[in-house]
């Protein structure tokens, strides 16, 4: 079964369905207030986030202290941020990423 990519006005879903049209019918199914706005069959099988393009790059690996931080924070972003700060010494901005980028991956 092919993946999709499906962007609506507020969300980007990734999703297998046989067709465009059954893509679509699960946007539809799920957001139906929301404008589909794009459906795009992946060639591939596997969907792939580049750490780097989302400023990702360091040589330890961030998710596991942005998880620990966001847990020790009970999901509080703010606190959160904070936290990972202190423990990495990142700014502002990279903190920020880290954490947000967890949260949106279901931390």
Not at 32 to 46: L, S, W
Not at 75 to 100: C, F, N, P, W
Request: charged content about 30%.
């Amino acid at each position: 079964m092919p993946l999709f990519e499906i962007e609506t006005t507020a969300h980007i879903m990734i999703g297998w369905a046989e067709s465009n049209e059954d893509a679509r019918k699960f946007a539809n199914e799920h957001y139906p207030e929301e404008e589909i706005t794009r459906v795009t069959k992946r060639p591939r099988d596997v969907w792939v986030i580049s750490k780097r393009l989302l400023g990702l790059e360091t040589k330890a690996d961030p998710c596991d202290t942005a998880r620990e931080c966001l847990a020790k924070a009970s999901g509080d972003k703010v606190h959160a941020i904070r936290l990972y700060m202190h423990e990495t010494g990142s700014d502002l901005t990279d903190a920020q990423k880290m954490i947000e980028t967890n949260m949106s991956l279901g931390w």
